[in-house]
T-cell receptor
Framework: GENVEQHPSTLSVQEGDSAVIKCTYS??????FPWYKQELGKGPQLIID?????GEKKDQRIAVTLNKTAKHFSLHITETQPEDSAVYFC?????????????FGTGTRLTIIP | KAGVTQTPRYLIKTRGQQVTLSCSPI?????VSWYQQTPGQGLQFLFE???????NKGNFPGRFSGRQFSNSRSEMNVSTLELGDSALYLC????????????????FGPGTRLLVL
């Protein structure tokens, strides 16, 4: 099946603390896992992605880890700032008989408390 | 470089009508994908166009259709609108020419918010 589950749906974190969002996917053939940030009134923006041949990737305060065996991947944001407040979506690539698409998680609303 | 633009930004229609939404990709991008975003179903892939051809497709009924022009601009059309079609419709563009298209960075527009009454 094509399913991506994302938890938690809402997350409140004190400014300066870390935030972790987790996703699980069902298709063992998925190879690409992007994370998007969506601010109010805007479209999603890619913040980091990871491919199946890599276990971890970091970009400044943002990191993503991937466990292909367990079929789950996580987004880690350290030293959170007010501008990190947004809705975050994970996604997994699905390729089915040549038809390719991204399947998205249901989103996590992250609120940074000053 | 200008980002992805979508018009109109807001639209109100009534049940049974049809609607056409427009998307202009980033200059040089040849792939355009469309997504529907609702509170209940989240972000769902509609279809992807490349070189004026539908290359990938999601699981939406035939009332949802699209097309792409030679300048890569794309339109999507929804016929016989239903209340459940109320959503934010997002367009995303990418180069579209890599060996693994699905792994290319997609750049989203701000969306068109459609309300069906």
């Amino acid at each position: 099946g094509e399913n991506v589950e994302q938890h938690p749906s809402t997350l409140s974190v004190q400014e300066g603390d870390s935030a972790v969002i987790k996703c699980t996917y069902s298709d063992s053939a998925s190879n690409y896992f992007p994370w998007y940030k969506q601010e109010l009134g805007k479209g999603p923006q890619l913040i980091i992605d990871i491919r199946s041949n890599v276990g971890e990737k970091k970009d400044q305060r943002i990191a993503v880890t991937l466990n292909k065996t367990a079929k789950h991947f996580s987004l880690h944001i350290t030293e959170t700032q007010p501008e990190d407040s947004a809705v975050y979506f994970c996604a997994a690539s699905i390729s089915n008989f040549g038809n390719e698409k991204l399947t998205f998680g249901t989103g996590t609303r992250l609120t940074i408390i000053p | 470089k200008a980002g992805v633009t979508q018009t109109p930004r807001y639209l109100i229609k009534t049940r049974g009508q049809q609607v056409t939404l427009s998307c202009s990709p980033i200059s040089g991008h040849r792939s355009v994908s469309w997504y529907q975003q609702t509170p209940g179903q989240g972000l769902q892939f509609l279809f992807e166009y490349f070189s004026e051809t539908q290359r990938n497709k999601g699981n939406f009924p035939g009332r949802f259709s699209g097309r792409q022009f030679s300048n890569s601009r794309s339109e999507m059309n929804v016929s016989t609108l239903e209340l459940g079609d109320s959503a934010l419709y997002l367009c995303a563009s990418s180069h579209g020419t890599g060996p693994l298209v699905i792994e290319e960075t997609q750049y989203f527009g701000p969306g068109t918010r459609l309300l069906v009454l």
